[in-house]
């Protein structure tokens, strides 16, 4: 393979040859299959935003340190921020758009309204997304648990009391038979 | 971010050509490399985005010991049966850092070889010889509240930030690695390396080794263990000062092997022999703790804002060996320190 880039040993910079391809890339995002032509250095998180317009996915800090930008990659969260698409072939992204919708709220929605579980609401669809992979892995019994699991969430207002009320909630109701 | 080429190699062989070009580099979970492409830190030419590679599986091994594939997640890993039951001190390493977002997309592979979190080598406006060899050090004399005490140089005085490798130093893992020259064993104490007069080489890996698995030994410690972080907040957030214990015991109480790794104060995880011999043969008490928590941190330098970290190391370790012999480690749900 010709490399498309190289590197001018005189000058130190950084030389396209010509412009790099962007990849074919397959993707189920919210239960729909979709095709996509993506450049290499995409991250995920910019892919849903900028092509797909998928904006319920905030952007934070853009470093993995805030959480905003957490979605469920075949049911697990992770930091959307520091994923480069082309690296996701053939999986399944669900985004905040796809576990609930206006008229037709997710548990965990209608349970961090019912428990004031935030203010601005800029971290809340990383929040969301980040308890239900909280639910679906399966290691949190009880709030300590819900706390410290749902820590990669940073809130600005402080709403995590409430924040871990509604999980807890959600969690608990999950365990019934 | 910047612009590289990507390959997607479908077997390590060829994993192994494509990473051995001079600009060429292996992405894993993305975690630590997106993050310093972003910032520019990493230019890479080439990405080679491994995780095709069957590297995925947790096996056990003829010793008794058990096999971690370089690919499995750092959740994966932490929360497997097998870690859980015969190695607790990992597993508690593991789930004391990062948040569960980045540990189910963390790799074992790419937690070894994560860069530092010191300030100025993400801050492409300052100084730093890690980045830029021969450049200078911006955190000397600078922000060092996070740096090193022990083991660092005149040009170099940054830490690896890894909870996970401190416990894989203190249970005496071994690193499989593959590359140009074939396959090598590395001893967990080999893999890093003190910054001296190279502090741009972090790890003793070769160009275009690839780490394929991380080997546990059989002697795993899951009676008396701990893993005690230490940190500005409770969760989230990188240890100033970590410590791994594992210790055996005979039948009448005295410590019959004694392992103890440091987090955070050094540019690999800190073991000093000559400490750990300290208990050999003794009953746990306060007056041997305190003498191996003194022999480990002999030499110990402070640069300014780190130089709590002397004593705060000192404290952790007698107060580590005390959880181990008890029986009682700590927890990383109730972060109350017991
Ligand atoms: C906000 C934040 C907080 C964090 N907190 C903690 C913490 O408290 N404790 C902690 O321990 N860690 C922490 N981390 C770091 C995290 O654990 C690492 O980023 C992660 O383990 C890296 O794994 P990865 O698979 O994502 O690696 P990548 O980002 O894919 O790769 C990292 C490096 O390893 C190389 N590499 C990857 N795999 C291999 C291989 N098989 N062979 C050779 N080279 C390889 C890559 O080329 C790259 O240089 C934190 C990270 C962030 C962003
Ligand atoms: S401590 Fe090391 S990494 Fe930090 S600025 Fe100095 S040389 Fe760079």
């Not at chain 2, 520019?40 to 590297?55: E, F, G, M, S, W």
């Not at chain 2, 497997?80 to 997309?105: F, H, K, T």
């Amino acid at each position: 393979m010709n490399p498309a880039v190289t590197l001018d040993r005189t000058s130190g910079r950084r030389v396209a040859a010509e412009p790099i391809a962007s990849l074919t890339l397959r993707l189920t995002v919210n239960g729909e299959e979709r095709v996509l032509q993506v450049e290499p250095w995409t991250t995920l998180l910019d892919l849903l935003r900028d092509k797909l317009d998928l904006t319920g996915t905030k952007k934070g800090c853009d470093h993995g340190q805030c959480g905003a930008c957490t979605v469920l990659i075949d049911g697990r969260r992770i930091n959307a921020c520091l994923k480069l698409a082309v690296t996701l072939e053939g999986q399944e992204v669900t985004t905040i758009e796809g576990l609930g919708q206006p008229g037709n709220l997710h548990p965990l929605q209608a349970a961090f309204i019912e428990h004031d579980a935030f203010q601005c609401g800029y971290c809340t669809p990383g929040q969301i997304c980040s308890a239900q992979g909280l639910i679906n892995e399966g290691h949190a019994r009880n709030r300590a648990d819900v706390r410290e699991q749902m820590s990669g969430n940073i809130c600005r207002c402080g709403a995590y009391t409430n924040i871990a009320d509604a999980v807890l909630e959600v969690l608990e109701q999950g365990k019934q038979p | 971010m910047i612009r590289f080429d990507y390959a997607r190699p479908a077997d390590v062989s060829e994993a192994v050509r494509a990473g051995s070009g001079e600009h060429a580099a292996f992405l894993a979970g993305g975690t630590n490399l997106v993050d310093v492409m972003k910032e520019n830190v990493a230019r890479p030419l080439q990405v080679v985005d491994i995780n095709r590679l069957p590297l995925t599986d947790i096996e056990a091994r003829e010793d008794g010991g058990l096999r971690l594939g370089a690919l499995v997640t750092n959740a994966a890993t932490a929360y497997d049966p097998r870690v859980q039951q015969r190695y607790p001190l990992l597993a508690s390493a593991i789930l004391a850092g990062a948040s569960p977002q980045l540990r189910n997309a963390a790799t074992n592979g790419g937690n070894l070889n994560q860069r530092t979190r010191c300030y100025y080598f993400y801050d492409v406006d300052t100084p730093c010889n890690k980045r830029n060899p021969g450049e200078g050090c911006g955190a000397i004399g600078g922000v060092n509240r996070i740096h090193a005490i022990l083991g660092a140089s005149d040009q170099c005085i940054a830490t690896h930030p890894s909870d996970m490798c401190v416990a894989l130093a203190a249970l005496e893992a071994h690193v499989q690695v593959t590359g140009p020259d074939g396959d090598r064993a590395i001893a967990f104490s080999d893999y890093h390396r003190l910054p001296g007069d190279e502090p741009w080489r972090d790890n003793t890996l070769r160009s275009g080794e690839l780490v394929t698995a991380i080997d546990l030994p059989a002697e795993n410690f899951s009676t008396h263990y701990t893993y005690l972080k230490l940190r500005d907040r409770l969760s989230y957030a990188f240890a100033l000062v970590s410590v791994a214990v594992a210790l055996r015991l005979s039948e009448d109480g005295r410590i019959e092997v004694a392992r103890i790794a440091l987090g955070g104060v050094a540019h690999k995880p800190w073991r000093v022999p000559a400490a750990e011999s300290l208990l050999q043969g003794e009953q746990p008490g306060e007056r041997v703790f305190q003498a191996a928590a003194h022999a480990i941190t002999e030499g110990a330098v402070g640069q300014g804002q780190n130089s709590f970290k002397i004593e705060l190391a000192r404290r952790a370790v007698v107060r580590a060996l005390g959880q181990a012999a008890a029986g009682t480690p700590q927890s990383q749900t109730d972060k109350r320190i017991a």
